[in-house]
């Protein structure tokens, strides 16, 4: 009786909201239009119109929309739980997110008011005119943003996750001497060496993976075309499980755009085109400050990219579409993070008057845009590009930049950088930490980001291609820690942080799979 009432908690969410979606309505079409055919027949109503639901692939497409509900909706708690204990557990994450947020928009609000531009205003019709005519060569306007700058810097953030405390943890419970070399100091459970060979089976040093050149016992091309043919079959089935579970090897550049197409149910469907259309025409209408970080950002970043500045139209057009998308604020369901909220007509402190700024609730920061340069790779056709990135975003990307006890969450993943390379690397930790080079110092811009930037582009998506397959960002922390193990030698000789920043400056040579491979499967425990 119990596990069949927490089955139904589970279930009606999904089932309220896959009822208000276009899928519902379509297979409701589809099941009254195919009450003409003749193979349906009154006696087996039910059991025909499933069958045709079956054959004709829509039963496919709701399992994965179930499927993807299931990877965005709050963990089962109990039903008389305050909203604000179901985004995030503990009292002190959501006071220093909040303290976070407050610090953040009193930023924004502030260059607002010192560089006297407005957070929104509706555009002149002949700069409209102007927007839509350069929309695919924005690139091109070399606009003065040099009065813009950042809403806050990395460092700014890693030090307010140095600072986290739980008031209810006294500093001698359950703290080894070893605890206290790293920066941060809050007890959450993070998996160690063991535990995560467990989780990350499939990257064993025996199993066949694409990202290596050998293959061991199996010859790479051999590996790599047998692979190939199962991963078209994957994607003809059109199951986001299956293409879940077979982008934990890795997934052929050919199909990989398919592939987590599938895994995360972006479908590109005429409503999703029709969407983005819509954002684009808001865009177009309305200006926001938000806009000059978003330009700033990518100049800044993308635009001096060996890799992307060719994305540079691109990157544009998704980030100020993003910026307008309302449908994003549903992520703050289970997001320990709240929208913030600007005021109208001056009027600060009059609820009748807030209103969430920016529309998708999300504040753009220096290297956002690195989240989108890579998918630019994968598609060219900006609703899709835009679809993918969305969906990445808010089952992903969000936690690298709010304060949480997610496993998958910062504070999470630097905990478990550092507690794998005390554990395992305990000489060069205690060297760095001695010399004043706290490892996470120079390893949080990398996890922030996911590496986009830092690795080449065709290793980077090997990395993703792990995100996606075990649905957790738990390998960005485990590639920190195996690049540092890499590059031991070295930084064991280094005397100061900028010398150890020099040793990990460049990543660009780095392969991927096999670091982390030898990092999980061959390191002594």
Known sequence: ME??????????????????SHL????????????????????????????????????????????????????????????????????????????????????????????????????????????????????????DLSRFRPVYALKDFLEVLIS??????????????????????????????????????????NSGQLGIDDHGHVHPDLFENDYVQIGKKVVVEQDSAAAQQYSRRGCPTGLRADLWALILNSTNQPQDVMHYEQLRAGVIQHDLLVDNLIYKDVKLTASNDDYYFVFEDFLYQVLLCFSRDTAVLEHFKYNSATPPKSYLHGKVGDG??????????????????????????????????????????????????????SHSGIVSLCLQFERLLQTHLPQLFYHLRLIGAQPLRIAFKWMV?????????????????????????????????????????????????????????????????????????????
Not at 377 to 386: A, D, G, I, Q
Not at 455 to 482: C, F, H, K, N, P
Not at 486 to 512: C, I
Request: proline share 5%; glycine share 4%; with cysteine.
């Open 164 to 205: 986290l405390r739980n008031s209810n943890h006294g500093s001698c419970e359950d703290v080894s001497a070893r605890s206290h070399w790293g920066l941060i100091q809050v007890p959450l459970n993070v998996r160690d060496i063991p535990q995560l060979r467990q989780a990350y089976s499939e990257l064993n040093l």
């Open 3 to 20: 596990e069949s009432s927490e089955l139904t908690l589970s279930i009606a969410p999904i089932v309220q909201r896959l009822k208000g």
């Open 352 to 405: 009748e008057y807030a209103v969430v700024y920016p529309p998708n609730g999300v504040i753009p920061f220096h290297g956002f845009s690195m989240y989108v340069a890579p998918l630019c790779f994968l598609y060219n056709e900006p609703s899709k590009l835009y679809s993918v990135f969305r969906e990445m975003y808010i089952r992903y990307f969000f936690r690298l930049h709010s304060i949480s006890s």
């Open 24 to 143: 519902h309505s379509q297979i409701e079409r589809q099941a009254k239009d195919c009450l003409r055919r003749s193979e349906i027949k009154l006696e087996s109503l039910k059991e025909d119109v499933r069958s045709f639901l079956k054959k004709s692939g829509w039963e496919k497409r709701l399992q994965n929309a179930v499927y993807r509900e299931l990877h965005v909706q709050l963990p089962l708690s109990h039903p008389t739980a305050p909203p604000e204990q179901l985004k995030e557990p503990l009292a002190y994450m959501r006071k220093a997110q909040a303290s976070w947020e407050k610090r953040v928009l009193k930023s924004l609000n502030s260059m607002s008011t010192e560089l006297g531009v407005p957070l929104a205003r509706k555009r002149p019709a002949a700069e409209q005119k102007e927007l839509t005519d350069k929309w695919n060569e924005m690139g091109t306007d070399e606009a």
């Open 449 to 525: 980001r996911a590496f986009s930037g830092y690795l080449s582009t065709d290793q980077l998506l090997l990395l993703w291609d792990r995100i996606l397959g075990y649905d957790s960002m738990e390998v960005v922390a485990v590639l920190a820690a195996a690049v540092f193990a890499f590059r031991a030698e070295n930084l064991m000789e280094v005397t100061s942080l900028a010398s150890a920043e020099a040793v990990l400056a460049d990543l660009s040579t780095l392969k991927v799979v096999p670091l982390i491979q030898i990092f999980l499967f061959a390191t002594a425990i």
